[in-house]
């Protein structure tokens, strides 16, 4: 573990293309797009690098000198990260040899150099073996961390990146709850149930509003599904359209629906004190 990191060492499952749905919502940003210095973290990535090469491949088309700093607190993860990095350097690989990329030990202290901070954070399945309780230190480190205008992603997936949810922060606090879904075969949108990120994961109860959220889509998914015949997308956009309709606090349009998610202000799920 690397001198004064803050956390435990995760399961390290990685896979490829794991991380695609959070990537490219983080692709999308304006934080990202508009930051001075666009430095982005990927704390905690795993048995391999590639999630971190990954995602500043994907960042880059929307930013092109953006930078990737994927920290681990395992110091055996790091030497893998850094032998992968060498054959990228060495051309060996589809990775970009001058991507902007680098790999160091740390934990939720988010330990950067020249006393910078970051323009996002991506904290992926990391906090899914902690307590409930532990969560708002975890967040308050990592937040601390942040520029001025910057955004902390901390959220969950499935093993093969499927089903996806993620809380957004800012310095300030949580801003928004996004959902996202493969939605072919889809049964019903509760099946995040099982992948909501720490913090409302044990919420799922009646009585908590991500309990209500998550049934009123689930109710939505019903109404609307004779658009099925028309696909799986148009039926996506019609329950985003209706739970907007229904007065829930949806953020975002079209252009994120088309993609399967459902972006919701916090307040509209946050746990019940």
């Given at each position: 573990?690397?001198?004064?990191?803050?956390?435990?060492?995760?399961?390290?499952?990685?896979?490829t293309?794991?991380?695609?749905?959070?990537?490219?919502?983080?692709?999308a940003?304006?934080?990202?797009?508009?930051a001075?210095?666009?430095?982005?973290?990927?704390?905690?990535?795993g048995?391999?690098?590639?999630?971190?090469l990954?995602?500043?491949?994907?960042?880059?088309?929307a930013?092109?000198?953006?930078?990737?700093?994927?920290?681990?607190?395992?110091?055996?993860?790091?030497?893998?990260?850094n032998e992968?990095l060498?054959?990228?350097?060495?051309?060996?690989?589809?990775?970009?040899?001058?991507?902007?990329?680098?790999?160091?030990?740390?934990?939720?202290?988010?330990?950067l150099?020249?006393?910078?901070?970051?323009?996002?954070?991506?904290?992926?399945?990391?906090?899914?073996?902690?307590?409930e309780?532990?969560v708002?230190?975890?967040?308050?480190?990592?937040?601390?961390?942040?520029?001025?205008?910057?955004?902390?992603?901390?959220?969950?997936?499935?093993e093969?990146?499927?089903?996806?949810?993620?809380i957004?922060?800012?310095?300030?606090?949580p801003r928004?709850?996004?959902?996202?879904?493969?939605?072919?075969?889809?049964?019903?949108?509760?099946?995040?149930?099982?992948?909501?990120p720490?913090?409302l994961?044990h919420r799922?109860?009646?009585?908590?509003?991500?309990?209500?959220?998550?049934?009123?889509l689930?109710?939505?998914?019903?109404?609307?599904?004779?658009?099925a015949?028309?696909g799986p997308?148009?039926?996506?956009?019609?329950?985003?359209?209706?739970?907007?309709?229904?007065?829930?606090?949806?953020?975002?349009?079209?252009?994120?629906?088309?993609?399967?998610?459902?972006?919701?202000?916090?307040?509209?799920?946050?746990?019940?004190?």
């Amino acid at each position: 573990m690397a001198s004064g990191a803050v956390g435990t060492v995760t399961r390290g499952t990685t896979n490829t293309n794991r991380l695609r749905r959070v990537d490219r919502w983080i692709a999308a940003l304006p934080e990202l797009r508009r930051a001075t210095d666009p430095l982005v973290v990927d704390l905690g990535y795993g048995a391999s690098g590639v999630t971190a090469l990954e995602l500043h491949q994907r960042l880059a088309k929307a930013r092109a000198d953006v930078q990737v700093l994927g920290l681990e607190i395992e110091p055996g993860r790091v030497r893998t990260a850094n032998e992968q990095l060498a054959r990228v350097r060495a051309g060996g690989t589809p990775f970009d040899p001058a991507a902007r990329i680098a790999f160091g030990l740390g934990g939720f202290e988010v330990p950067l150099p020249d006393g910078r901070h970051a323009a996002v954070i991506r904290a992926f399945n990391v906090l899914r073996q902690y307590r409930e309780v532990d969560v708002a230190a975890a967040w308050e480190r990592m937040q601390s961390r942040l520029q001025p205008h910057g955004v902390l992603v901390e959220g969950t997936c499935d093993e093969i990146g499927r089903i996806a949810s993620w809380i957004a922060l800012d310095r300030e606090g949580p801003r928004s709850l996004t959902i996202s879904l493969r939605r072919r075969g889809l049964e019903a949108p509760s099946v995040v149930a099982e992948r909501l990120p720490k913090a409302l994961i044990h919420r799922n109860v009646p009585g908590e509003r991500v309990h209500r959220f998550l049934s009123e889509l689930d109710r939505e998914w019903q109404i609307h599904s004779p658009l099925a015949a028309y696909g799986p997308r148009q039926r996506w956009i019609a329950v985003a359209e209706g739970m907007r309709g229904a007065g829930w606090p949806v953020l975002g349009g079209r252009k994120r629906w088309r993609l399967g998610e459902l972006t919701v202000a916090w307040e509209a799920v946050a746990p019940s004190e």
